[in-house]
């Protein structure tokens, strides 16, 4: 009987010790690892956009890069949203399979480009790998989430959510969402994340339409001052 009780017991240590390593893998070991990941893609960006300057395409500075197609797990932009903090900011990459998600925001395919008319979606984690939209649900009306790609910066402004539907409610990143209270065309934004906060039969929403645009050679937009 001892030499069950002893081993039940080791076997009990053992599997606790296994989901407390899990479990600190989780919550931080990703965190750490997507942190600096997110943290390549910006500065890869950056000197992306660095060596541009330095060797324009010929053309207006904006027309060679609107015409450039966003590239399946790549980075084209960076994201900033005052609410989270100055010092938050955020890769977005093209797409949103698991792979891209772990590196930073995923745009959709298929919807809209920054600036243009429609509806640009992007989605993001709200817990692990980095937790880029773990205060979501802080969102308010007016907030503003800026976007740049290196030579202009677009702020938009949010008009409704956070807003709970479930993830087959694929309407919310249509041209035109209309559950977001909009009924025409516009240039509008959609952010997207998972709820409860450590689960994903939910998701939450919200929708900004494009308050303004500045080139980057005019410093920070207003949102984006201290």
Same mark, same amino acid.
């Given at each position: 009987m001892r030499v069950i009780v002893r081993t039940v017991s080791e076997l009990c240590i053992t599997v606790g010790t296994v989901i407390v390593l899990f479990v600190v893998y989780v919550l931080f070991w990703t965190g750490v690892r997507a942190d600096s990941v997110m943290d390549e893609q910006i500065e890869r960006l950056r000197a992306q956009w660095q060596r541009e300057r330095a060797q324009p395409l010929p053309g207006s500075p904006l027309g060679p890069r609107k015409q450039r197609p966003y590239a399946a797990g790549r980075p084209f932009a960076i994201m900033y949203i005052p609410r989270f903090g100055f010092t938050w900011n955020k890769p977005v990459l093209e797409g949103t399979d698991p792979d891209t998600l772990r590196k930073g925001l995923g745009h959709y395919p298929h919807t809209a480009r920054l600036g243009e008319r429609g509806n640009v979606a992007v989605a993001g984690h709200r817990r692990t790998h980095g937790d880029p939209f773990k205060d979501f649900p802080r969102l308010r009306?007016?907030?503003? $989430? &800026? $976007? @740049?790609?290196?030579?202009?910066?677009? +702020? *938009?402004?949010?008009?409704?959510?956070? *807003?709970? +539907? $479930?993830?087959?409610?694929?309407? &919310?990143?249509?041209? &035109?969402?209309? @559950?977001?209270?909009y009924t025409r065309p516009g240039r509008y934004l959609t952010l997207t994340t998972c709820e409860p906060e450590w689960g994903h039969s939910h998701r939450l929403i919200v929708w900004a339409h494009l308050d303004s645009t500045q080139p980057v050679e005019t410093g920070k937009p207003e949102a984006l001052r201290r």
């Open positions: 009306c007016g907030d503003a $989430v &800026v $976007v @740049t790609d290196g030579a202009t910066w677009f +702020t *938009y402004r949010i008009d409704k959510g956070p *807003y709970k +539907t $479930v993830p087959t409610d694929i309407e &919310v990143i249509d041209p &035109v969402p209309r @559950t977001s209270g």
